[in-house]
Nanobody, 128 residues
Framework: QVQLVESGGGLVQAGGSLRLSCVAS??????????MAWFRQAQGKEREFVAT????????DYTDSVKGRFTITRGDDKNTVYLQMVSLKPEDTAVYYC???????????????????WGQGTLVTVSS
């Protein structure tokens, strides 16, 4: 349905900033109605929700621990999703995954089980 490729991860000092990108490649003829999200998984932890955005960008949601620090946005063509991260903390260290699910309505989702398309992940390491 859609292929997702994340990039932008790396090593950053606590308090620093990083921007992750997710490029979505869709088959010709597929209507762009993708709810998008970022999840992360730290070593030894379960994958957790970070941020989500509806296909038209009108609805967003974040997990409490990143509110005010992370911002999810989409490019004008809706094919690229970004996660701008500022004031990074060591506890933000994780592999970050982009996810997508097709929806006929403008919705967001925080549930892992709702998503059927996943990227390979990009590692973010925040040093103390």
């Amino acid at each position: 349905q859609v292929q997702l490729v994340e990039s932008g991860g790396g090593l950053v000092q606590a308090g620093g900033s990083l921007r992750l990108s997710c490029v979505a490649s869709m088959r010709s003829g597929v209507v762009n109605r993708w709810t998008m999200a970022w999840f992360r998984q730290a070593q030894g932890k379960e994958r957790e929700f970070v941020a989500t955005m509806s296909w038209n960008g009108q609805n967003v949601d974040y997990t409490d621990s990143v509110k005010g620090r992370f911002t999810i946005t989409r490019g004008d063509d809706k094919n690229t999703v970004y996660l701008q991260m500022v004031s990074l903390k060591p506890e933000d260290t994780a592999v970050y995954y982009c996810a997508a699910v097709w929806r006929p309505y403008n919705s967001v989702s925080k549930a892992i089980s709702d998503y059927d398309n996943w990227g390979q992940g990009t590692l973010v390491t925040v040093s103390s």
